[in-house]
């Protein structure tokens, strides 16, 4: 469950291909800026052309392609920028996306352009404050419990384990992102949420209520109504979880939250769990097996020594955050580094751009796995929305790798079909298809 509560958007994008849905747009779904309004608020365009000609150059196809490159630029050259192709500010310097995101009183995420508290209803996504705090902390503490951790820990470990076992049993190859990434981040949370659903179901609500707040984001502004499906499923998904929170003796990470939040914010709160524990998990997943399977060295020593397998996690979440980016909205004008922000500007942290800044970083952008420093990035966020899901998804993505390389041995990237991460906001590779050799062995014990 890679993030949570720490997502700024919603999942719209690169949504997980075990259920071959289409590809969405490349365009922000946050943002619902005027098109008039082609520079930052009180400037126009040539003006901002003129003080920003890096981020005037700046295309979504670079950014969705590989970004790095045009991040490494703007971080040295204009580390707080203006986007046209964003309709806003790009922060691409650690330092400057730490004073953003601890931040709420300046950089809020409460804003009517944040479409997704239209279909589901304000939560820990898109609130600040003591309101925030109120929403978060009762699925934060539940998910601190030892008890609530190993056993997650637990089904993390079957069910991966499940998954590549069939994958052994039908061949030496296989697609992962289909057969093993979405498939467990959709398993796990649903055991997370404590919902008796199939997670065939559990994904028909997911892709309904995306859909309605990618809708929501391409539309007519505040005035627009909330799609019907997006309504429709909401609904399904609200009756779901208050039958669970009704159910004598069961126990998950949404009933502790009740007698704490009202029926409707937990659902609201169920809803936005999902984007995090859904979207990103099968990015971050994929993106890791992607990194060290390109890493002949690595691979080695992590499949000879497994307690290395979450370093090799953490230094690929560090290259190649699953949310690139994250959203907020400045309350009141303000300086960002030498950039005046205007109230009401849009201002885009870039998770990725400050996991490679030289100088927290070094060598940024190479695969180390023995980086001591790794887990000082930013693809959890930081700040009051640091992902409340963090210890899981880390424990998913763990347990993925280690049932591949349990299960798969000579493991390795089908060369014939190369993939890479890519998007704007959500990344990952739209397919990752790998090799292993024929002599699989499948545990006895994966039920």
Excluded at 291 to 311: F, H, K, M, N, Q
Aim: hydrophobic residues 45%; aromatic residues 4%.
């Amino acid at each position: 469950m890679a993030r949570p509560g720490c997502q700024n958007r919603p999942a719209s994008q690169n949504r997980p291909a075990s259920q071959n849905r289409p590809a969405s747009q490349n365009r922000p779904a946050s943002q619902n800026r005027p098109a008039s309004q082609d520079g930052p608020a009180g400037e126009n365009r040539t003006v901002a052309q003129a003080r920003y000609p890096l981020g005037a150059g700046v295309t979504v196809a670079s950014l969705a392609a590989d970004p790095h490159p045009t991040l490494r630029r703007l971080r040295e050259a204009e580390p707080v920028s203006w986007l046209p192709a964003l309709s806003g500010w790009l922060v691409t310097r650690a330092d400057l996306a730490d004073q953003v995101l601890r931040n709420p009183g300046a950089f809020t995420v409460d804003d009517h352009r944040f479409t997704t508290a239209r279909v589901v209803g304000p939560s820990m996504l898109s609130l600040d404050g003591a309101e925030h705090s109120r929403h978060r902390d009762p699925f934060a503490a539940a998910l601190r419990l030892p008890q609530a951790r190993a056993e997650l820990a637990q089904a993390c470990e079957r069910e991966a384990a499940r998954l590549v076992a069939a994958l052994a049993a039908a061949g030496t190859e296989a697609e992962l992102r289909r057969g093993l990434a979405g498939q467990l981040a959709v398993s796990v949370m649903a055991a997370m949420l404590g919902l008796d659903v199939a997670p065939s179901q559990l994904l028909t609500w997911y892709d309904a209520i995306v859909a309605g707040v990618s809708a929501l984001s391409e539309g007519d502004g505040p005035a627009a109504a909330v799609p019907a499906g997006a309504a429709a499923a909401f609904a399904e998904l609200s009756d779901c979880v208050q039958a669970s929170l009704a159910r004598p003796g069961k126990q998950s990470v949404l009933t502790a939250a009740a007698g704490q939040l009202a029926a409707g914010e937990i659902v609201s709160n169920a809803a936005v769990m999902l984007f995090g524990g859904i979207e990103t998990t099968e990015g971050m997943i994929c993106n890791t097996v992607w990194y060290l399977l390109g890493d002949d060295a690595s691979l080695g020593e992590v499949t000879a020594d497994r307690s290395l397998a979450g370093s090799a996690v953490e230094e690929a979440l560090r290259l190649e955050p699953a949310a690139a980016v994250v959203d907020r909205y400045a309350t009141a004008d303000v300086k960002l580094g030498s950039a005046e922000v205007r109230e009401r500007d849009l201002v885009i942290v870039s998770l990725a751009g400050a996991n490679r800044d030289p100088a927290v970083f070094a060598n940024p952008d190479r695969f180390e796995l023995h980086r001591q420093n790794a887990r000082q990035h930013w693809s959890f966020a930081v700040g009051p929305h640091f992902c409340v899901g963090a210890q899981l998804a880390r424990a998913e993505a763990r347990a993925a790798l280690g049932a591949l390389l349990d299960q798969l041995p000579g493991l390795r990237l089908d060369r014939a079909r190369p993939s890479a991460p890519q998007g704007l906001v959500f990344r990952k590779p739209a397919s990752l298809h790998v090799r292993w050799d024929s002599e699989a062995r499948v545990p006895a014990d994966t039920g």
